[in-house]
């Protein structure tokens, strides 16, 4: 293993170590919850059009948040070794994202762009997006879910580089507080060959940019 691999599975451990403490909580308590928020925002939880509501953002939430039960390094395991030789980047982009940040749980959506150089080895498409999608379904920062796509496709594909952008607009910053609608945040992270080697961070940024 790389010195470079071994410092982003360091990366990538770390990060999942704030994310895995997970209190026992039951539906019913979660929904006790929502019915609190909704008296306290002014409403009355008791009338008909919000009897059901408490369990339906209960579920709702198990959407938005199903990323915490889930394995991204898991899931990158199944790859294919018969490429044929292909070595050149992998792109895929505009994979749509919706997470929610962790200062406010306010929806931030975007989309994210991901490459990746093979070595030796190749993943099915869709686990790109999965692994996209894995870490978009927990609290984030924009900046951190960046950093866990790529180190992530780094150590599990032990790639020769990755590259990962992530546009989006933070509900936070466009619906409230500084109320700036047009914003977008553009995040960037990579690693190996996209790193080190301009000719192929170039390449990549002209082929997201189309
Ligand atoms: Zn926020």
């Not at 700036?180 to 553009?186: D, L, R, S, Y």
Request: hydrophobic fraction near 35%; aromatic fraction near 8%.
């Amino acid at each position: 293993m790389s010195y470079k691999t071994s410092i982003n599975m360091k990366l990538v451990k770390d990060l999942d170590k704030t994310q895995s403490k997970k209190a026992e909580v039951t539906d019913k308590q979660a929904e006790e919850a929502f019915r609190t928020i909704l008296t306290w925002i002014g409403e009355n939880p008791d009338r008909e059009g919000l009897a059901e509501t408490p369990r339906r953002v209960v579920k709702a939430f198990k959407e938005y948040f199903r990323g915490y039960s889930q394995d991204a390094s898991k899931d990158l395991l199944k790859t294919f070794g018969d490429v044929e030789g292909y070595d050149d980047m992998v792109v895929e982009k505009n994979i749509s994202l919706e997470s929610h940040c962790e200062h406010h749980m306010a929806p931030i959506i975007g989309v994210a762009h991901v490459a990746y150089i093979p070595n030796k080895k190749v993943v099915g498409l869709s686990k790109l997006a999965r692994t996209v999608d894995i870490f978009s379904k927990r609290l984030q920062t924009q900046e951190r879910l960046t950093m866990q796509i790529a180190s992530t496709l780094m150590s599990s594909l032990d790639a020769k580089g990755v590259a990962v952008t992530i546009e989006a607009a933070h509900q936070c910053m466009t619906m409230r507080g500084i109320k700036k609608e047009k914003a977008m945040t553009v995040t960037n992270y990579f690693l190996g060959s996209f790193k080190e080697d301009l000719s192929f961070q170039n390449r990549y940024l002209r082929y997201i940019a189309r």
